[in-house]
C-alpha cells in the first residue's frame, strides 16, 4: 500500500513554463491519489486562473474560502487553499502553478522554497514544452530539489511518435540539467478528461476510463510519486493486462517501445 511507505516528500510543484500542458491536470490527480490513499496533503491552487479549483469542484471558483468537495470517502479530507501564504507552514502541499516566467520566484516570496527533498514535477506535451522545462531546470537547480519531466498528452495516432522521440532525445540531451523524464507516457485522451474536468471528478472516477492506458499512466505516475517517487521505480512497465487488445493499445505500447524500448 502506498501509505504504508514513509517518504520524505514534503513539496511537489507542478510547472512549466508553457501553458496547456497539463500542469493542473496532473496537479490535481496528484493531490486526489494520494489523499485518497490515506495521505495528508494539500492542494495549493497558485494560478490566478484556478483551473485546479475548477476541476475539483466541477465550477468556476467563486470566491469561497472553504471548499467542499463533492463526492465521497477520503476527498473531502482534502484541504484546498489560493493562499500561497499559507503554504510555509503546511506539511505537504502539491502546488499547481500558472504558465508564467515568475511562477517559482513568487512561491519562493511566499515562502515555499523548494529544497533537496522536493519534487518539481515538469509536463511537457509533444516536442512544445520542453523549453519550458529546461528553463524551469536552470531556474530550478540552485534549489537542489529533484526535476521530473513527464511526457503528456503524446500522439498514439502519429506513426512516428516523432514530437515524443524528439522531446525525449532533447530531454536526455540536457540530463546534466538534472531533468529525469518519468519512464511511462500519457496520451492523449480527449474524451475521458474532458469528462473529468466537466464534472469535478478525477479521471479514474469515470466509468470504464481505467481500462484506458492514458488512465492506467497516470495512476502509475501517482502510485511512483506516492511511493516517494523512488528512482529504481521510474521504469518502463506494461499497463495492459495481457496482450494489448485494440488498435489504439496497440499503438500505445509500440510508442511506449520506440520511446524507452
Ligand atoms: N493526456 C491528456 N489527454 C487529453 N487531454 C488532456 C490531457 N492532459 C490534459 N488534458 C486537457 O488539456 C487541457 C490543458 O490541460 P491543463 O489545464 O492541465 O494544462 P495547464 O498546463 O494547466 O494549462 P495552463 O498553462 O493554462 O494552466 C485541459 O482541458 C485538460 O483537461
Ligand atoms: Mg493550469
Redesign the pocket.
Known sequence: MANSISNSLRRIVVH?HK????????AVHLAEYLVEHGQKWQLLDA?P?Y?AISWLTGHAWDGEDALQLPGEGRREEMVVTIDSSVVAETPRVVV?T??AGDALRRLHDAGLELGPEDLLVC?VSGRFGIDGAIKVAEEAAPSGCRIVALL??TDPDDDHGSEEIKAVRELEGVEDLGIEVFKMA?????DY??RA?LQGEPVWDIPYATSTH?VRALQAFCRWVAEGAPPEGNQMGSLASGSPNTESQRRVSELQDRLWG
Do not use: V
Open positions: 512549466n501553458g496547456g500542458t497539463g500542469k493542473t491536470m496532473i494560478d486562473q483551473n499547481d500558472p504558465p509536463p503528456n498528452m500519457i496520451p492523449r485522451n480527449d478528461l474532458r474536468e492514458a
